[in-house]
């Protein structure tokens, strides 16, 4: 059952989550990884390096901005390929985590999560609502809800 009470503070729990996890995956291909390391890495796969550097920002600046809660819904949308990117990258790898090279189920969650927080909304304390257009009482998935 859906609790429209509690609901914003779910996901606002998520954004923070989402959040939180893109500054920090930033964060670890700069300090960690460097830029050229992971640059590098991009070649390895058969991705263009210049990619290493929208990629960190896209995960800095859209982290940020979940955090934020800045047109968050957007935001989610907006970072899905990386994530799906990532999932792609780790595909080959294996389910679990402790595969070697790490496994997709982590990238396969957090684009769940994303899809979620587009679908679900921006959540309680955003500074700036994503602006969606209203469905009309029984259109599509609102006469479903």
């Known amino acids: 059952m859906f609790d429209p009470r509690l609901a914003p503070l779910a996901l606002l729990l998520l954004r923070l989550s989402l959040g939180v996890m893109f500054i920090a995956h930033a964060w670890l291909k700069v300090g960690v990884f460097t830029v050229p390391g992971f640059a590098g890495f991009l070649g390895q796969i058969g991705l263009p390096g210049s990619l290493a550097w929208p990629i960190i920002l896209a995960e800095a600046i859209g982290g940020l901005a979940l955090v934020l809660g800045v047109y968050a819904r957007a935001v989610s949308v907006a970072l899905l390929p990386v994530l799906l990117g990532a999932l792609m990258v780790h595909a080959g790898n ?30 309680a304390l955003a500074l700036r609502a994503t602006p969606v257009p209203a469905l009309g009482k029984r259109s599509g998935l609102a006469a479903a809800v």
């Open 94 to 123: 294996g389910w679990v985590f402790n595969a070697p090279n790490g496994g997709w189920e982590y990238p396969a969650f957090l684009a769940a999560a994303a899809l979620v927080q587009a679908l679900g909304g921006d959540g």
